[in-house]
């Protein structure tokens, strides 16, 4: 299952049984899942 951190936006790794969901980078504990349809719409306002 991949995460992304919310502070550092690095991509992690999270096993199964991993005790906590932690960023091994920062050491931010809020971690997003990694959607599928990571897909930012840019919109050109022109
Ligand atoms: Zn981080």
């Known amino acids: 299952m991949a995460y992304y951190c919310l502070r550092c936006k690095k991509t992690v790794e999270i096993k199964t049984g991993y005790p906590s969901v932690r960023c091994p980078y920062c050491g931010y504990r809020a971690l997003k899942?990694?959607?599928?349809?990571?897909?930012?719409?840019k919109l050109k306002a022109e």
Do not use: G
């Not at 899942?33 to 719409?41: D, F, G, I, S, Y």
């Open 33 to 41: 899942k990694e959607r599928p349809t990571v897909v930012v719409k």
